[in-house]
């Protein structure tokens, strides 16, 4: 039973982990095509709540809740081959989240460091990593 509770607030935390993943790229486009320091001055309060207050905890509770998941079933999990690409996939991610936060703290000194087009483009890598993700862990494959 305690398997299904850490399961569901693993869940919640990966949802809220990737809300947070879309939107901040988002904010960085805004960002990217502001003119004015009241506008250059809201995005990056927004950008540094978001990161700090939801993105950042929603990834350290997803962490901590999958590896305590893996520890309580290590013998199950050994061997599924799916669940090693699926945590390949969750580094992958944490470095496009160490990512965000150098763009972050970037913007706030030049707001202009990337175009709004690269923010749009880069807003796309967290898609691609759900999708896969989400078939790794329903569909199980064995390779």
């Known amino acids: 039973m305690l398997i299904l509770w850490i399961k569901a607030f693993h869940i919640i935390a990966v949802v809220c982990w990737f809300a947070a993943m879309f939107y901040l790229p988002r904010l960085f486009v805004y960002h990217a095509q502001s003119m004015d320091e009241v506008s250059l001055q809201r995005f990056e309060v927004m950008e540094r709540k978001l990161y700090r207050g939801i993105m950042t905890p929603a990834m350290i509770a997803t962490w901590i ?12 999990y050994l061997v599924q081959h799916w669940l090693h690409a699926k945590l390949a996939l969750v580094v992958l991610l944490t470095g496009y989240h160490l990512v965000c936060g150098y763009y972050r703290r970037a913007l706030i000194r030049q707001p202009k460091l990337k175009s709004h087009v690269f923010f749009r483009w880069f807003n796309e890598i967290p898609i691609f ?3 896969a993700i989400v078939i790794l862990v329903v569909v199980k494959p064995n390779f």
């Open 129 to 131: 990593a759900l999708i």
């Open 65 to 76: 809740l999958g590896l305590w998941m893996l520890w309580l079933g290590w013998d199950y």
